[in-house]
């Protein structure tokens, strides 16, 4: 089974969030450089997505630095998601500490969407999707396979040409959403008989939870 | 009451469909003027944004030609539910007749947004939202009306700065969601008494057929 650790706690790494040390009115430089045991290459790229040099990222910086295979950007949505995980002290920014996991995150992210694209299509199909689903141990009906692949492809199926499939970030997205679904009905079914009963409070409580 | 006609069918309009006149293979140019009855206007912006000429939308197409206040760019998932709601023929692209009903749609929707956008900040925050959904029906509880804010603003709340609101896509979007989710809970609720009981493919189907 190919688990990543998705939708779960940034992973931890050694040195200390010197994030505090790069307030706002730094202006157009780094007055110092990276933290203590940073890893050269991540400060090079975390200096280079924090174009005003705030010394954090923000939404819209994260959102202008992450792209797809065919270059195109990330969903607000799934920036938003990451910020959500990786944001761990909630100042609504991702600084340096954060961003290595962040950063990890992502790239075991590429990993796992390299090795279930098959085809090499740059894109997941529906087939390559249940696949990838099956290796995290989820086992969706066809229908909700079908649902699924539509939601998240880049566009709509035509008649005439196949679906545009589903990009990096959207996949990243569409597996996150089946977790946090799946999680949450499992939590909510408290007998374990695969049923639940909820009222609309809950209910909607569990959907907007989910990216 | 408020009320548009939100998620529902296309505003009918006289004239024919002369969509399949207009096949891909016409090249640069349109070999026919606008169908009988055509708005001229609406004929025009229809010719603009089919970009290449093939005498329907595509959802790359629309993507681009629509943008909300602060000239940023639809979110795909909304120009994606606008095709669910107006690709009427399921061709996977948008004729002349379907864009004339979701030109009036958006119109619509945007006055709409001008109505509830009570402080002309060109977002919509907390309060404005539950106002708006208060007005179509909805009364969110607080907790609810929190999650919804924060899933459809443009990036998440930091202790310094206020919340950068929602913006006219993701107003749209999050109202629909609400009314999509709420009519399916309804539907759930056969004895209306406010609970509902389901199973993982039930809930999975209601949830993965929200925008």
Redesign the interface.
């Known amino acids: 089974m190919y688990r990543p650790n998705y939708g779960g706690a940034p992973y931890n790494s050694q040195g200390r969030n010197y994030q505090s040390a790069y307030p706002n009115q730094l202006g157009s430089t780094y007055s110092t450089g990276p933290p203590y045991n940073a890893d050269p290459q991540l400060w090079q790229w975390f200096t280079a997505v924090d174009t005003d040099r705030s010394g954090s990222i923000?939404?819209?910086e994260l959102q202008a630095a992450l792209v797809n295979g065919n270059w195109s950007r990330f969903?607000?949505?799934t920036v938003?998601m990451l910020?959500?995980i990786f944001?761990t002290d909630?100042?609504?920014?991702i600084g340096f500490q954060e961003f290595t996991g962040l950063w990890k995150y992502i790239s075991d992210w590429q990993g796992v969407f390299r090795h279930f694209d098959k085809d090499r299509s740059g894109t997941i199909d529906g087939h390559e999707l249940a696949e990838a689903l099956s290796s995290f141990g989820y086992q969706?009906?066809p229908?909700?396979l079908t649902?699924?692949e539509q939601?998240y492809a880049?566009?709509?199926?035509?008649?005439?040409?196949p679906s545009p499939g589903i990009s990096f970030d959207r996949f990243v997205r569409a597996c996150i959403v089946v977790k946090t679904?799946?999680e949450a009905?499992q939590r909510a079914d408290t007998n374990r008989d695969?049923?639940?009963?909820?009222?609309?409070?809950e209910?909607?409580?569990i959907?907007?939870?989910?990216p």
Chains 1, 2 share one sequence.
């Open positions: 923000s939404v819209t969903d607000l949505d938003k910020m959500n944001d909630r100042s609504g920014t969706l009906t229908t909700l649902l699924l939601k880049s566009g709509p199926a035509t008649g005439f040409a679904l799946t009905f695969g049923w639940v009963t909820m009222n609309y409070e209910f909607m409580k959907v907007l939870n989910a």
